[in-house]
């Protein structure tokens, strides 16, 4: 029985769709210009720079509002960074599953041991669609590592914590996890792709229905 492990808002969760959609929400109230996925486009790439650029932990919903506020600075959009974030990640619960999600994850436990690998906030985790799949055991948070991708020391502690393959999606975590030399199946997803320039997945598989098939793969 193998312990794999999956990127949370790009494996599992649409979260493009999800935050989109609840931006627009704020925007509508706010009087914004923008489009809900332009201003989330926005705000996703200050996140992760954010979790990116940080020397010491804080909790993944500070990122959130500090990338906020930075977009609203770029952006020029009316809004209170404080309040909206919360808003924004109230709505965590309606962000879909990719459609192949829960079938799969199923079917996977009858054979393996399941679990996320995601900078993201323990009490967050528990109000996703993604929470009732997994034991809250495997469940590897940056709260719980006090790391953040695409740090090698993330990777590291999911590999001491018993970890065999990680299921990425973004260019980010697959070249994370490949350099930091986790056995990886990238799943590909609409809006991700691999770095040019980063190391490459052996496996990659159209959606989680083939994983298992990979898995045989990757054990030969």
Not at 25 to 31: F, K, N
Not at 99 to 105: R, T
Request: aromatic share 6%; charged share 25%; proline share 7%.
């Amino acid at each position: 029985m193998a312990f794999l492990t999956f990127d949370l808002f790009s494996a599992l969760i649409d979260s493009r769709t999800g935050a989109a959609a609840t931006l627009a929400e704020i925007g509508g109230r706010r009087g914004w210009p923008a489009a809900g996925d332009a201003v989330y486009d926005d705000w996703d790439a200050r996140n992760k720079a954010s979790q990116k650029d940080t020397a010491e932990w804080v909790p993944f919903a500070e990122h959130c509002r500090r990338a906020l506020a930075g977009t609203y600075r770029a952006l020029d959009l009316r809004g209170d960074p404080d309040a909206d974030v919360v808003r924004l990640l109230d709505g965590l619960p309606d962000w879909p599953l990719w459609p192949d999600v829960p079938d799969a994850l199923t079917a996977l436990r009858s054979d393996h041991r399941l679990g996320v690998l995601s900078n993201v906030d323990d009490a967050l985790f528990a109000r996703t669609r993604v929470a009732p799949f997994m034991d809250e055991a495997d469940v590897l948070t940056s709260e719980r590592l006090h790391a953040y991708k695409p740090h090698p020391e993330l990777y590291g502690r999911a590999v001491a914590a018993g970890v065999d393959v990680h299921v990425p999606a973004s260019a980010r975590d697959t070249r994370g996890a490949l350099e930091a030399g986790m056995a990886v199946v990238r799943v590909r997803r609409p809006g991700h792709s691999v770095d040019p320039e980063g190391p490459q997945p052996e496996l990659e598989v159209a959606d989680l229905g083939e994983l298992a098939t990979a898995l045989a793969r990757l054990s030969r």
